[in-house]
């Protein structure tokens, strides 16, 4: 199964910040739609940032001007790094990479969807 590393969770207190990490294989990375999401406790999870491989952006309104989605290529990993944090925040936050494949034998496109462990952002005082 593909693994998705994320870190950089924990716990902090309203308007501080925090970046998350999440680091992607070598061919998932380079070719993935790449994007964070969030689910608080009887919520659905919401799309928080996304980047595509194209490097378009997009990131929920309640985020905007506080959140910036970024990725180092030489890494594989993308970040998302989160300012000025309000308790609404909180949530266990999860990366996904998503697109679609060709099997090396078969030569058949295939669509994958991958997510990481999830790490928790309480913010609180």
């Known amino acids: 199964q593909v693994q998705l590393v994320e870190s950089g969770g924990g716990l902090v207190q309203p308007g501080g910040s925090l970046r998350l990490s999440c680091a992607a294989p070598?061919?998932?990375?380079?070719?993935?739609?790449l994007g964070w999401y969030r689910q608080a406790p009887g919520k659905q999870r919401e799309l928080v940032a996304g980047?595509?491989?194209?490097?378009?952006?997009n990131y929920a309104d309640s985020v905007k001007g506080r959140f910036t989605i970024s990725r180092d290529n030489a890494k594989n990993t993308v970040y998302l790094q989160m300012n000025s944090l309000k308790p609404e925040d909180t949530a266990v936050y999860y990366c996904?990479?998503?697109?679609?494949?060709?099997?090396?034998?078969?030569?058949?496109?295939?669509?994958?969807?991958?997510w990481g462990q999830g790490t928790q952002v309480t913010v609180s005082s």
């Open positions: 996904n990479a998503n697109g679609v494949a060709a099997d090396p034998v078969s030569a058949q496109a295939y669509e994958y969807d991958y």
């Open positions: 070598r061919n998932i990375f380079s070719t993935a739609d």
């Open positions: 980047f595509t491989s194209t490097g378009t952006t």
